[in-house]
């Protein structure tokens, strides 16, 4: 009888502490401090926390020992080096499609890396800030080359697979309700399951972003076997972003951003940088904080870009590094260059 | 316990203290109160948080459409069709997986526990071992496990497995037989339950004649036959079936199609839950005492109608309440099958919820959708509860 | 179905030393013709099967995606400068494990029988020659080694000191705390962000802080079905039936998404409290019903003898009743653990890492693209190695508690 009561005794004891425990683990967490700006909380926690996919090679990747990779992550570490001269003082979230908002919204995370499409009602109604774009995409659809699909329209009757909660299963809807398609949508809850599906041939084709396609593609046991389509079904700018109503915050993350494609257009890079130190040239020397006050008027330190390209690199950079010709994907740079380029990239000038 | 006998003395506080009553009552009104507290609370952060979103609570946004489309589906649906009609057909979808999962459960489960008791030592270890396996390892894995590792193995349409040439399979699913329109289908299942009861009737009917006369009963078995005959006629000759057909360079038109994430979802449901029946049924024959066995076995009755009119009457008694809870738990298992894609009622709603931002409206209706179908197998399974029931005489 | 049944009420395994081999097969196997059949069925679909499994496992089967991410499995992306926390969490685990065995098998002749040595022996040379845990052998051998020692070390104490049982109770208590504070930091640990654990650390903390939780929370809903008090017993059905009526995955979505709704703004619990928060609540509503299934069986006797004796209704409960009720619904509560176990394979759905969400995500990895059938199988014997000792151990608990009335 004794040891029952004991037990009793223990469960009620732990029901207890477990509430205390709650608290602990929430004080761990970001919380939302009332008014303050994002800035702040982060500064003073010493460690910025970015929400990734962590599912998409090329943009944001685990591989066996646990770390991150990609260009999303880089963005993420690029803002940690600008805020802290230390690219690895970021922890990383994996969040999925349905639920990266509500996170970031709610203040688990400082702002997400997440191949998040800018869009007008995401903007506003569902609150949140959009730094520039980091990567101009489009919705593309892959087909296995001897499936003999060449456009849309052949895909009556077949299956497509696709991941839940994004913008592509609504652009695939309409664009087929458009052509008049009656298709097969095979919805998954995350995009591992939809391409692991497609390989198998549960579907004929998989829709996504192409860059994630070309991406994913590359993972495939046998890429050349599959192709992607000529149709883009919509525009993807796909970019970091932060929570409205933090201008502070928001400025940050924007002009890390814009930083990175600035000091391309610069030419300064992770290897070079150190010889620009001390440049006769104003803007190159007002961008590294040898000038001018661009840093410190934002809260942060006057060297912030210099930091950034020192630990991180400049957008190309990062590109080659992640996507391009120094990765296993080997992806043109295309609407992504510099507008000196034929890019779409363009950052308004730092002064 | 407080002695009523001084009823003299004055109510004080004291003896208020004293008097379990007033613990009693006072006990109720603090829990009363703080629940109501609580839940005030939580109703008014709600309020707070969805203001401050800007989505007020209601139910209006069902009417918009959906703007998704809907892999497969019971009833007609159009992407540009609302909220309330994506819900529907994702009800429509976790129904068909649900009773085609409660029948096959039933079947393959009390099989296996059956098969326990089997004299043959290979049939005896098989169904313990199959037990001990399954409900040791999670629904969840072993729902990829079907889907990933086992149907995508199935070939490709282009060199698909043929039974015979009326079942079809690829890793598409499987395509079998089906009448040829939805009415015909209901048509069917209608005779056939209107048959199995009957037919059970028919069978009450003669064990009484039996017991009665030991002989007698003959017509109504012979009534019994004739209904098979006649059901199985109206099956096979009166629904006009769709035979599935095979298309030149793979692929198959016509019969049913059951999507390879239906089939992966049934196999996972009906194989997990049947280990869960298995043991039911095994724990409710043990329970039969054995002088039952025994005093059948002594009135010279075979080893089969031992167990079919003695025993297992009895266990039925015993197995029916936790089959009732089985059989809930099945249909709330169901919601799993979204994992693979399978677009059933949580599935649908998830996707509603992602779109319209209003997580509280789309989990009402989860929650009242599953409640109402645990209710319904509730009530069925009373009834077949108080069927079986000990007759006091 | 029916027709492969025989009289023969409890067919068990075989009485074997009597019989010889070939008697043994014509009874068991090859009693008569339809038995004969069956056997050759099962041996031939058997023989195939088991044929075509081992072909594939030796020949087929990659399974170097299994030793190659068991860091990701066990503690996902746990930092590994700090793997020695979960190791000497490990340790603390061990020796507890050793000491309870000890005590519990204290009045055995031989702690040590030939099938324990034998198991352990076992064991031991599974670490050493089993590639995933080759690398971690010279760990996990001194680990076993703790055990065994722990063991020995236990069943001295348990026969000297009588308070060892509640003793080593209080240990595990104490050990949950710990073993937050090694996982989790602080107090001049680096602190590790929830975010960042994950695999089997993570199944076996939420599983084991979930039962912790809907163990009281099940015990006081269950007395609250079965009070007299009409409110109390309206609210506790209302919440048992309620719960009880919507699937898991419906309530850790709620709980992902609509605990911070309910909360006052800004108010968010971290995700991995969530999760335990929504399991506890779930878990809860079934232990209800099993303990009230318990508490039904405690004849009323008990109750009116102790209020006889003059003990009010908490004591009564607490003291005379309670107890009792458990005991006979042990079996129920541990499969309700079990199940709870198991549940939490649905944090994968919510975002969570924990054993099949890591799973899955190195299933993502190019490099082991496709090899479902390696890793599921592996997944599930890791599953089923815990449950199927949960259920053992709560056997030989309902044993143990049988033979001491």
């Excluded at chain 1, 004794?2 to 037990?7: S, T």
């Excluded at chain 1, 895909?155 to 909660?165: I, K, Q, S």
């Excluded at chain 2, 703080?34 to 069902?62: E, K, P, S």
Aim: net charge neutral; glycine share 10%; charged share 15%.
């Amino acid at each position: 009888m004794k040891k029952w009561g004991f037990l009793g005794l223990a469960a009620a004891l732990t029901l207890a502490a477990c509430g205390g425990s709650t608290d602990t683990a929430s004080d761990g967490g970001p919380g939302t401090s009332g008014g303050a700006s994002r800035l702040q909380t982060v500064l003073s926690r010493g460690q910025l926390i970015c929400g990734v996919d962590g599912g998409i090679p090329g943009f944001s990747f685990v591989d066996e020992s646990g770390a991150y990779s990609g260009l999303d992550v880089e963005v993420c570490r690029a803002v940690a080096a600008a805020l802290f001269d230390d690219p690895n003082a970021v922890e990383f979230r994996r969040l999925d499609s349905t639920e990266r908002f509500t996170a970031l919204s709610g203040g688990e995370v400082d702002m997400l890396s997440r191949n998040t499409t800018w869009t007008i009602s995401r903007d506003t109604s569902v609150g949140m800030e959009f730094a520039p774009t980091t990567f101009y995409d489009g919705q593309g659809m892959m087909v296995r080359v001897d499936s003999g699909i060449t456009d849309l329209e052949d895909f009556a009757g077949r299956a497509v697979c696709v991941e839940t909660g994004t913008t592509t299963e609504l652009n695939l809807t309409d664009q087929m309700r458009r052509l008049g398609v009656e298709f097969e949508p095979v919805v998954f809850q995350d995009a591992d399951a939809a391409y692991a599906a497609y390989d198998e041939g549960r579907c004929e084709g998989i829709t996504s972003d192409k860059s994630q396609l070309i991406a994913r593609r590359s993972t495939l046991p046998n890429p050349d076997e599959h192709t992607l389509l000529e149709v883009t079904m919509s525009k993807e700018p796909l970019g970091p972003l932060t929570v409205n109503n933090d201008s502070a915050w928001f400025d940050v993350v924007k002009w890390v951003t814009f930083g990175l494609i600035q000091a391309e257009e610069f030419g300064i890079t992770s290897e070079n940088v150190e010889e620009f130190l001390g440049s006769d040239d104003p803007n190159i020397a007002r961008f590294l904080g040898e000038e001018g006050t661009l840093g410190t008027d934002m809260g942060l330190p006057n060297d912030f870009m210099y930091r950034v390209v020192t630990h991180v690199g400049n957008y190309g950079e990062i590109y080659e590094r992640n996507l391009g010709s120094e990765s296993e994907f080997n992806l043109e740079r295309g609407l992504n260059d510099l507008w000196t380029n034929g890019g779409l990239l363009y950052a308004p000038p730092f002064r | 316990m407080v002695s009523h006998s001084d009823d003299t003395q004055k109510l004080s506080l004291k003896r208020v203290l004293r008097d379990e009553r007033f613990w009693k009552i006072a006990f109720q009104v603090i829990t009363a109160l703080v629940v109501l507290l609580l839940i005030a609370f939580f109703i008014g952060n709600l309020n707070a948080n969805l203001t401050r979103r800007g989505t007020a609570f209601g139910f209006n946004f069902m009417r918009n459409p959906a703007g998704f489309s809907i892999g497969e589906s019971a009833i007609r649906y159009l992407p540009n069709d609302p909220y309330w009609k994506a819900l529907l057909v994702g009800f429509s979808n976790t129904f068909t997986l649900v009773v085609a999962g409660i029948a096959l459960t039933t079947v393959v489960g009390v099989a296996a526990g059956v098969a326990s008791f089997s004299q043959n030592w290979l049939l005896y270890k098989l169904s313990r071992v199959y037990v001990g396996l399954v409900r040791n390892v999670p629904l969840l894995l072993q729902l990829f496990f079907w889907y990933f590792a086992v149907y995508s193995n199935l070939p490709r349409p282009e060199n698909q497995i043929s039974f015979v040439g009326i079942v079809y399979l690829n890793n598409r699913g499987v395509y079998i037989p089906w009448p040829a329109t939805a009415q015909l289908a209901l048509f069917g299942v209608g005779v056939v339950i209107v048959g199995a009861i009957a037919a059970f009737f028919l069978w009450q009917w003669h064990l009484k004649i039996r017991v009665a006369t030991a002989t007698g009963g003959k017509p109504q078995l012979y009534g019994l036959i004739g209904l098979g005959v006649l059901v199985a006629a109206i099956v096979v000759f009166g629904l006009n079936w769709r035979i599935p057909e095979e298309v030149e360079g793979g692929g198959v038109v016509g019969g049913l199609r059951l999507s390879r994430e239906y089939v992966a979802s049934l196999s996972a449901l009906v194989f997990y839950t049947s280990a869960f029946v298995a043991e039911i049924v095994r724990a409710g024959i043990q329970s039969v005492s054995k002088g039952q066995w025994e005093a059948a076995r002594s009135l010279g009755l075979p080893a089969p109608s031992v167990m079919r009119l003695v025993v297992f009457p009895q266990a039925m008694r015993v197995i029916i309440p936790p089959l009732n809870s089985e059989y809930m738990n099945l249909t709330k298992n169901s919601s799993l099958a979204f994992a693979v894609a399978f677009p059933e009622i949580y599935s649908i709603a998830n996707t509603t919820f992602n779109q319209t931002g209003r997580p509280v409206e789309v989990f009402l209706v989860l929650m009242a959708t599953y409640l109402v179908m645990c209710l319904i197998i509730t009530l069925v399974m009373n009834q077949l509860n108080r069927a079986v029931q000990f007759k006091e005489r | 179905m029916t027709t492969t049944t025989s009289g023969s009420f409890s067919a068990g395994p075989p009485a074997g030393a009597k019989i010889g081999p070939i008697a043994w097969a014509r009874k068991h196997l090859f009693s008569d013709w339809f038995n004969s059949l069956l056997t050759l069925i099962i041996v031939s679909v058997l023989g195939f099967a088991g044929f075509r499994l081992i072909t594939w496992a030796f020949i087929q089967a990659q399974w170097l995606l299994i030793p190659n991410n068991i860091g990701l499995l066990m503690s996902g992306t746990y930092p590994s400068n700090q793997y020695w926390r979960i190791w000497t969490l490990l340790g603390v685990v061990c020796t507890l494990a050793g000491l309870s065995w000890g005590i519990i098998a204290r009045n055995l002749s031989r702690l040590f029988s030939p099938w324990v040595l034998g198991g352990i022996a076992v064991v031991s040379a599974f670490f050493v020659v089993f590639p995933a845990t080759r690398p971690s052998s010279m760990i996990l051998l001194p680990m076993v080694a703790i055990v065994a020692v722990m063991a020995w070390v236990g069943r001295l104490v348990g026969r000297k000191l009588a308070i060892a049982g509640q003793l080593i109770s209080l240990l595990w208590f104490v050990s949950y705390f710990v073993a937050l504070w090694l996982i989790g930091g602080g107090l001049g640990l680096r602190t590790i962000s929830t975010n960042d654990w994950g695999g089997l650390v993570l199944t076996l903390f939420t599983a084991i802080s979930g039962i912790a939780l809907s163990f009281p929370l099940g015990m006081i809903l269950a007395l609250g079905r079965r009070s007299e008090l009409p409110v109390v017993r309206w609210l506790a059905t209302a919440y048992i039936e309620l719960v009880r009526g919507v699937p898991l995955v419906a309530l850790l979505f709620m709980g992902q998404v609509m605990i911070p709704l309910f909360l006052p703004e800004g108010a968010r619990p971290d995700r991995v409290v969530r999760a335990i928060i929504a399991l506890s609540l779930f878990s809860a509503a079934y232990l209800a019903e099993n303990v009230r299934a318990g508490l039904q069986a405690v004849p009323r006797g008990q109750q009116e003898a102790a209020a006889s004796l003059g003990l009010n209704t908490p004591l009564t409960l607490t003291l005379i009743v309670l107890p009792q009720a458990l005991k006979i619904a042990i079996p129920a509560i541990v499969g309700q653990f079990i199940s709870l176990f198991q549940d939490t394979t649905l944090l994968a759905i919510v975002g969570l890492a924990e054993l099949l969400g890591m799973g899955r995500s190195v299933l993502a990895n190019p490099a082991y693209l496709g090899r479902y059938a390696e890793m599921y199988l592996f997944l599930g014997i890791i599953y089923w190695v815990f449950c199927y000792a949960m259920s053992l151990g709560s056997r030989k608990l309902e044993q143990k508690l049988n033979t001491t009335h």
